[in-house]
């Protein structure tokens, strides 16, 4: 099952709002980056799952964004073990 994204918020643009999570949203990059070979031309987002934000790459860039499988979590102690994405279902809350 692929996981949808409606709007990205980049690696960059997380940095620039969250300078505190700099160093850690950078570490997490990083260590996505070793597990996904030919990922230069890929986008880097940051995502929230479970309260833990975590990075995770595009494999679709085109809305609604597909995001890969593979997501690195971090907070600001530390980069948590490569974790996967499960798709869950949800209503929509319309007001």
């Given at each position: 099952?692929?996981?949808y994204i409606d709007n990205i918020y980049t690696v960059k643009e997380f940095q620039r709002d969250n300078p505190a999570l700099?160093?850690?949203?950078?570490?997490a990059l990083n260590y996505l980056k070793g597990y996904c070979p030919n990922c230069e031309d890929k986008t880097f987002v940051v995502?929230?799952?479970e309260g833990y934000k975590?990075?995770?790459y595009l494999?679709?860039?085109f809305a609604p964004y597909v995001l890969s499988d593979m997501v690195a979590p971090f907070d600001?102690?530390?980069?948590?073990?490569?974790?996967?994405l499960v798709t869950?279902?949800?209503f929509?809350?319309?007001h």
């Open positions: 099952m692929r996981s700099t160093e850690q949203a950078k570490r995502i929230e799952v975590c990075v995770a494999t679709d860039e600001r102690e530390r980069i948590y073990p490569l974790q996967g869950q279902y949800a929509r809350r319309y």
